[in-house]
């Protein structure tokens, strides 16, 4: 059984810079699609990145592209959400979310949905906020 455990979020300014890591135990990390979705208040929870297990193919939603870059870099069984250029519209509770290759094969895309996703970490908070 997977287990996921996000850290790295919490306050910045306009304009910062924040990393979030997933820590993934329990399992093999390169037989794993990852994702990384958000929901921000009152709104739905959405994917914004992910990186399928081969490492193929990484997709970014149009609101964060050019901002925000995922890596799995296969040290520390860990996942990381590199985020640039942070605006209020930023501000979300993050979450990490993986599927296993047999579950999810082929490339990911931000157009399937989370349904996809088998394990998910607990989610952590991010305010963009002056």
């Known amino acids: 059984q997977l287990q996921l455990v996000e850290s790295g979020g919490g306050l910045v300014q306009p304009g910062g810079s924040l990393t979030l890591s997933c820590a993934a135990s329990?399992?093999?990390?390169?037989?794993?699609?990852f994702a990384w979705f958000r929901q921000a208040p009152g709104k739905e929870r959405g994917g914004i990145s992910c990186i399928t297990h081969s490492g193929g193919r990484i997709n970014y939603a149009d609101s964060v592209k050019g901002r925000f870059t995922v890596s799995k870099p296969n040290v520390n069984d860990t996942v990381y959400l590199q985020m640039n250029s942070l605006k209020p519209a930023d501000t979300a509770v993050y979450f990490c979310?993986?599927?296993?290759?047999?579950?999810?094969?082929?490339?990911?895309?931000?157009?399937?949905?989370?349904?996809?996703?088998?394990?998910w970490g607990q989610g952590i908070q991010v305010a963009v906020s002056s």
């Open positions: 329990g399992g093999t990390l390169d037989d794993y699609t």
């Open positions: 979310a993986a599927a296993h290759w047999l579950h999810y094969p082929g490339f990911c895309s931000l157009a399937d949905g989370e349904e996809r996703y088998q394990y």
